[in-house]
């Protein structure tokens, strides 16, 4: 394997507020190591294309954030990353896997809901639906460059269906069908996390795990794109108490709020204009139905 240039034993390529980007930072911040920043994507505007020069395709051949790279090694996909971090510093920070085998399956199965994973379809989990209820954001930001120039930027993304995605989102919304099935998904999972929370513990299986680094950035996510009504409903008593809870956590503050950016959040301003998401009723129907 191609080792890559690196000076610091953890480094990471990442965008500010990317959720995969948001995630490692999480956990590298719960797991108390050092890291090098290297942001990746943002020169002037969102989704420059940095990702796909022929520098970071060495790095990330998928065109990616984020990428860890260990001691050289470059490694993908965030909850690889994560759990990886947990194996190579199992005695630093918080431990981000459970012991117990049955807790260990119920975890992999919450990673599976919460990944965002370019092998599944958009729609079929909570991570591949977040992204389709941020689209308006990033079509924002698309929009933010020269059309004719963004179309020939992403001829480069090594991906076919992100290459096409991005480029089509620069002519038109999300298709009402896969915006329809998104929103169903993110309120079943909704659902599923309240009923799966009722126990006493503090977080999803009890004690703090990976999955839960995964909630913090969707649920912050779900904020962003003025959702964030969901997360203190009544009738969603304990996702209302978790999400208190997470926010707590200092690692929060330090991995994804001090990540703020500004493009991103005039971006957030622009589309929302303070305003609730008019998919809140909808999920809400979902979520408590
Ligand atoms: N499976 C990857 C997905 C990473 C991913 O989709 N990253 C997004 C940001 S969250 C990205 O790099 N988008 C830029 C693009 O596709 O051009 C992971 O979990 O890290």
């Known amino acids: 394997m191609t080792k890559i240039a690196h000076e610091a034993e953890c480094e990471l390529y990442h965008y500010h507020e990317s959720l995969c980007s948001q995630m490692v930072r999480l956990a590298l911040e719960e797991k108390g190591i050092q890291w090098k920043s290297h ?10 294309g940095e990702n796909f020069t022929a520098d970071y ?5 998928k065109g990616f954030v984020p990428t860890l790279i260990h001691s050289g090694k470059p490694i993908y996909d965030s909850w690889v990353i994560i759990d990886y971090l947990d194996r190579v510093a199992p005695q630093s920070g918080v431990s981000l896997t459970p012991k117990q085998a049955d807790k260990l399956k119920l975890m992999q199965g919450w990673i599976q809901q919460a990944s965002l994973d370019e092998a599944k379809f958009f729609g079929v989990s909570l991570g591949t639906s977040i992204p389709i209820l941020s689209a308006p954001v990033i079509r ?3 929009k933010q460059q020269p059309f004719f120039a963004f179309w020939w930027k992403y001829r480069k993304h090594p991906v076919f269906e992100r290459r096409w995605g991005a ?7 999300v298709p009402g069908p896969l915006s329809h099935k998104s929103v169903n998904t993110v309120g079943r999972a909704l659902k599923n996390i309240e009923s799966a929370l009722n126990h006493d513990g503090d977080y999803l299986l009890g004690e703090f795990c990976q999955a839960d680094i995964m909630m913090m950035a969707h649920f912050h996510r779900l904020e962003d794109v003025a959702l964030g009504r969901i997360l203190e409903d009544d009738k969603l008593p304990h996702i209302a108490g978790y999400w208190q809870r997470l926010q707590q956590r200092p690692s929060y503050k330090v991995a994804v ?4 950016e500004k493009h991103w959040r005039q971006a957030l301003e622009a589309v929302f204009k303070g305003k609730t998401s008019p998919a809140l009723d909808k999920i809400r129907k979902v979520a408590i139905g």
């Open 57 to 61: 395709l060495q790095i990330n051949p």
């Open 140 to 142: 924002y930001c698309i």
């Open 167 to 173: 480029r089509l989102v620069t002519l038109m919304p």
């Open 39 to 48: 942001p990746v994507m943002l020169n002037d505007v969102v989704l420059d």
């Open 257 to 260: 709020t001090d990540w703020h």
